[in-house]
């Protein structure tokens, strides 16, 4: 059972331009929603997360759109850079009885930013 | 380097073999994490840990798979009996326990296993 559908599985864009990837989740008790990135031979690292109580959250070319009613969220990333070139995976947040967060990920979305 | 840190980065063995894998958390990190990626896929959580007891485990780990936090500062990943299925990344994370919010969790590069 997958609790968040990622999608595209890839994805190319020119420098400079918009990349686009979408999620989306069936669960409503998860209560934060993360978006990761991963370089090759690296482990994933935080890029930028969102409460399911705001709509939508900038940090600087990256900004994630949340739309609760629809279960969906997106990630956006202006004026993409190669150096942007890695695999990104959405993730959804429940907190267990224990109080620890589970971290449930898409399957990831692999950008290439052509040059 | 303060990260957290996985060893070894690579394990090649043979089917039936057993392995073992270590992480060595943030230090103040209180809690630990063990996660399984398969190519094309995201993480799948397997385990966790707050301090030395572990606190949760995903019907992914089976009775092969052994985790461990002693003094609640490093853990290994044991697998027995390895088999093909089990070729993944083992990724560790941890993170500091506090509040009510979401503590992120900081992943190590993985180890790598080859079950041939």
């Known amino acids: 059972q997958q609790q968040v559908k990622q999608s595209p599985q890839s994805l190319i864009v020119q420098k400079g331009g918009i990349s686009i990837i979408n999620c989306a989740y069936e669960n409503t008790a998860f209560d934060y929603f993360p978006w990761y990135q991963q370089f090759p031979g690296k482990g994933p690292a935080l890029l930028i997360a969102i409460r399911p109580d705001v709509s939508e959250k900038k940090e600087g070319r990256f900004t994630i759109s949340f739309n609760k009613s629809a279960k969906q969220f997106s990630l956006h990333i202006m004026d993409s850079q190669p150096g942007d070139s890695a695999t990104y995976f959405c993730?959804?947040?429940?907190?267990?009885?224990?109080?620890?967060?589970?971290?449930?990920f898409g399957k990831g979305t692999m950008l290439l930013v052509s040059p | 380097d303060t990260g957290v840190s996985q060893d070894p980065r690579h394990k090649i063995t043979k089917r039936g073999q057993n392995v073992t894998f270590r992480c060595d958390p943030i230090s103040e990190h209180n809690r630990l994490y063990w996660y399984r990626q398969t190519l094309g896929q995201g993480p799948e959580f397997l385990t966790y840990f707050q301090n030395e007891a572990q606190l949760e485990k995903s019907r992914l780990l089976s009775d092969r798979f052994s985790a461990e936090r002693p003094k609640g500062s490093f853990s290994t990943l044991e697998i027995q009996r390895t088999e093909q299925g089990d070729s993944a990344m083992y990724l560790c994370?941890?993170?500091?326990?506090?509040?009510?919010?979401?503590?992120?969790?900081?992943f190590g590069p993985g180890t790598r296993l080859t079950v041939l």
């Open positions: 994370a941890s993170s500091l326990q506090g509040g009510s919010s979401y503590n992120e969790q900081f």
């Open positions: 993730a959804a947040v429940w907190r267990g009885n224990s109080g620890y967060s589970t971290l449930t």
